[in-house]
């Protein structure tokens, strides 16, 4: 596993989590990392990412309470979970796309986390 993620538990409605994932250190050109989240029978949904250059998005159910930030030099990407809802229960993914090869073979490619399961209590 290439990507490590960590920081999942249970935690009572209202309350916080923070995630975190690694990506090896020896890995360059890292353009975008982000979170995403499956719930027992849904797809996999987009929760947040973030741009090297910092520029973030969210879905619209996590808007103003989740925070996505990373640190470039570490290779790390951060979820802090706020207000947490019962809803948000799922196994939450550590995503990066990140440039590989050389030349005219150069290209993106998609790496994923083991997931980290986020349970919220009502």
């Known amino acids: 596993v290439q990507l490590q993620a960590s920081g999942g538990g249970l935690v009572q409605a209202g309350g916080s989590l923070r995630l975190a994932c690694e990506a090896p250190?020896?890995?360059?050109?890292?353009?975008?990392m982000g979170w995403y989240c499956q719930a027992p029978g849904n797809q996999r949904e987009l929760v947040a990412t973030?741009?090297?250059?910092?520029?973030?998005s969210y879905a619209d159910s996590v808007k103003g309470r989740f925070t996505i930030s990373r640190d470039n030099a570490k290779n790390m990407v951060y979820l802090q979970m706020n207000s947490l809802k019962p809803d948000d229960t799922a196994a939450y993914y550590c995503?990066?796309?990140?440039?590989?090869?050389?030349?005219?073979?150069?290209?993106?490619?998609?790496?994923w986390g083991q997931g980290t399961q986020v349970t919220v209590s009502s």
């Open positions: 973030v741009s090297r250059g910092g520029s973030t």
């Open positions: 250190e020896s890995w360059s050109s890292i353009n975008v």
């Open positions: 995503y990066v796309n990140r440039q590989v090869g050389t030349g005219f073979a150069r290209r993106g490619k998609e790496y």
